[in-house]
């Protein structure tokens, strides 16, 4: 639906938490998906990351140990989004998408342009 504000949250994420609540505190009330449960498809990453205007690697969470496991630190663009789509645990987070555009709350301030 056009003029719906999305975030990919992850409720243990003090980030996550923290963005939520901005989000509400200025009279939003974003749909919340929660994104290790209803992962994004591939295509829907990159249309994320883009709109975002920030490169993969910078949508990757590169303290996660699955990242070091998998061996991603000199993966290309296209392994790294393959990567996340199958181990959505790699995602950066939250990712927030509203009518105004897209942005990955980290810092946090960057969602207040899209507000």
Not at 70 to 92: C, F, G, K, R, T
Request: hydrophobic share 40%; net charge negative.
């Amino acid at each position: 639906m056009a003029g719906e504000a999305i975030i990919y949250h992850n409720p243990k994420c003090s980030t996550s938490r923290k963005t939520l609540e901005l989000l509400r505190d200025n009279g939003i009330e974003p749909k919340i998906v929660q994104y290790l449960k209803t992962p994004p498809s591939r295509d829907e990453l990159v249309t994320m990351i883009r709109d975002a205007g920030i490169d993969v690697r910078s949508a990757v969470r590169k303290r996660e140990p699955l990242y070091a496991e998998l061996d991603l630190a000199d993966a290309s663009d296209e392994q790294l989004l393959d990567a996340m789509a199958e181990h959505p645990i790699l995602i950066e987070r939250p990712f927030v998408v509203t009518p105004k555009g897209t942005r990955l709350a980290r810092p946090m301030d960057g969602v207040r342009e899209i507000l």
